[in-house]
């Protein structure tokens, strides 16, 4: 599966974003996606995932209340709604695409990954 990501931009602190992440191909459905992101100088790390239902999702403990991610099978796309944004959200946001039924949080077990899209939140 082919993925791009868009939706990144700059924003001032306490603003949202909506992340979208378009998919290729007829298997969408069977794909768990995931949202990970870089900080300059820092290693990418996990943000959420969704189970390819939809039935399930995850977040990492710093996004958690304040981020959501979702998806829409019918349209191939998973999206990442990101509200009350901190300037350490700051950083360059991947999706991904799995082989599994859980939520993998390790980047290792994406197979498929899109460009990534700039956040910036200025303070």
């Known amino acids: 599966v082919q993925l791009q990501a868009s939706g990144g931009g700059l924003v001032q602190a306490g603003g949202s974003l909506r992340l979208s992440c378009a998919a290729s191909?007829?298997?969408?459905?069977?794909?768990?996606m995931g949202w990970f992101r870089q900080a300059p100088g820092k290693e990418r790390e996990f943000v959420a995932g969704?189970?390819?239902?939809?039935?399930?999702?995850y977040y990492a403990d710093s996004v958690k209340g304040r981020f959501t991610i979702s998806r829409d099978n019918a349209k191939n796309t998973v999206y990442l709604q990101m509200n009350s944004l901190k300037p350490e959200d700051t950083a360059v946001y991947y999706c991904?695409?799995?082989?599994?039924?859980?939520?993998?949080?390790?980047?290792?077990?994406?197979?498929?990954w899109g460009r990534g899209t700039l956040v910036t939140v200025s303070s």
């Open positions: 991904a695409a799995a082989r599994s039924s859980a939520v993998p949080t390790r980047d290792d077990w994406y197979g498929s």
């Open positions: 191909g007829r298997t969408f459905n069977t794909y768990t």
């Open positions: 969704i189970a390819w239902s939809g039935g399930s999702t």
